[in-house]
């Protein structure tokens, strides 16, 4: 196959804070952001072969993102340019190096992707086909999600989903937990934060969450616990794994920048979810927690990514393997 890994969804700015200006305001950076655009950010940057499906529309941020995925080296075949909207804008929010988000999307360009505009070639090319689910937050994005994931699966792909749930962009929790868990049987490997266990399974705690996805068809299942690691689950059983301790700067893009050590690792081994032993899966989440912590290391989510040497000097001085 072509492709490592291959995602759809949101590609946008994530305007972060910097300082105040002379006057005494607010400034802020413009950062590359989206959580699939993040993930896949993230194997490429470990080495592996990406792509990305989205749209940005025909204006300053737009070929600003665009520059940025190709510069890292994702391939952007799949990135629609759309001159009639908007590219999608996120305020961040940082208190102690922890954020909260207020979008510009209404509607943003990344709502407005269409199947028509997905490229089969792309889908039938990846080993791992990853989606999250602001796609699924309006039309006709939801339908363009749907179509994409249920051809990769025809073609064969694994199909990860990391469902990052963001309250202000749904109408309602109850429309954002039927949407967020209609994807749940059709996927092989899966991601939620200790913050989305009651939402996405009415399990508050993660192992029971975990075990719960699992019952559902789910191989493997990873649950992020912030500065305590993340627990791996399947079939074997359960396992915790530590994080590694360090001082937060930013924590965009942490759960994408996990998530996408564990898709750079399932793709180099070319191990399916259901292939993977317990111990194999605590060892790739040992990698992604390193990962995870050098991104929060520095501001941004694209711009955060480490290397893959990077992850690998900082795993050998905690004793683990890359």
């Not at 699966?153 to 309250?167: M, T, W």
Request: glycine share 10%; with cysteine.
């Amino acid at each position: 196959m072509t492709y490592d890994v291959v995602t759809l969804g949101e590609l946008l700015i994530d305007f972060t804070p910097c300082g105040k200006s002379e006057a005494g305001q607010n400034l802020f950076e413009q950062n590359a952001g989206g959580a699939p655009a993040n993930a896949v950010g993230a194997v490429v940057r470990l080495g592996g072969k990406g792509a990305f499906i989205g749209k940005v529309g025909d204006d300053m941020h737009g070929r600003f993102l665009r520059k940025t995925l190709e510069e890292i080296g994702v391939d952007v075949r799949g990135l629609v340019v759309d001159p009639d909207v908007f590219t999608t804008l996120a305020f961040v929010a940082l208190e102690n190096g922890e954020r909260s988000f207020s979008f510009a999307r209404k509607p943003g360009a990344d709502t407005q992707l269409k199947a028509a505009d997905i490229s089969d070639e792309l889908l039938r090319d990846a080993f791992i086909f990853h989606c999250g689910s602001l796609s699924l937050t309006d039309e006709p994005a939801r339908e363009a999600t749907w179509y994409a994931m249920k051809k990769a699966k025809e073609y064969g792909a694994v199909i990860s989903y990391d469902p990052n749930y963001r309250a202000s962009l749904w109408p309602d929790e109850k429309t954002a937990k039927e949407q967020m868990r209609s994807l749940v049987p059709y996927v092989d490997f899966m991601k939620i934060s200790d913050e989305e266990t009651a939402l996405l399974t009415d399990e508050p705690e993660p192992e029971a969450a975990a075990n719960h996805l699992l019952e559902q068809g789910v191989s493997c299942v990873a649950v992020t616990l912030g500065k305590d690691g993340a627990l791996v689950c399947n079939k074997e059983g359960v396992l915790r794994v530590p994080g590694k301790a360090v001082t937060p700067v930013d924590t965009t893009g942490a759960g994408d920048a996990f998530w996408g050590g564990m898709l750079y690792c399932m793709s180099r081994d070319r191990i399916r979810p259901e292939e993977l032993s317990l111990d194999k899966a605590a060892e790739y989440a040992a990698f992604a927690n390193t990962v995870a912590a050098l991104c929060v290391m520095k501001h941004g989510g694209l711009p955060s990514l480490p290397s893959l040497e990077e992850t690998r000097a900082c795993l050998e001085g905690s004793g683990h393997k890359a």
